[in-house]
């Protein structure tokens, strides 16, 4: 089995940093994409920010030039820098990867159980 851990999470002034750490471990043989999603009271979870194994990556136009997605897959970890915070930044964020298990042949999804970000004065 597979779990995805996160942390990091909390509360920020507006215009503050917070940085998401996820490390998966289990019976990893390899990971493909990691990525951060995140879900706001009424509304969709959406995709935030994403990374490839070879580092190509993936954001939503909300967040382009104040977050830094990065990955070290030595340590089967992926993080979320979070800069120049608004308050409609606020939700749960949760860990993504797509992890082929050791001796499989097909890769599955995996999800953390989610981190609270809430940006408020």
């Known amino acids: 089995q597979v779990q995805l851990v996160e942390s990091g999470g909390g509360l920020v002034q507006p215009g503050g940093s917070l940085r998401l750490s996820c490390a998966a471990s289990g019976s990893i043989g390899s990971i493909a994409d990691m990525g951060w999603y995140r879900q706001a009271p009424g509304k969709q979870r959406e995709l935030v920010a994403s990374?490839?194994?070879?580092?190509?990556?993936n954001w939503a136009d909300s967040v382009k030039g104040r977050f830094t997605i990065s990955r070290d897959n030595a340590k089967n970890t992926v993080y979320l820098q979070m800069n120049s915070l608004k308050p409609e930044d606020t939700a749960v964020y949760s860990c993504?990867?797509?992890?082929?298990?050791?001796?499989?042949?097909?890769?599955?999804?995996?999800w953390g159980q989610g981190t609270q970000v809430t940006v408020s004065s």
């Open positions: 990374i490839t194994s070879g580092g190509t990556t």
């Open positions: 993504h990867a797509e992890v082929r298990q050791i001796l499989w042949y097909t890769y599955k999804e995996y």
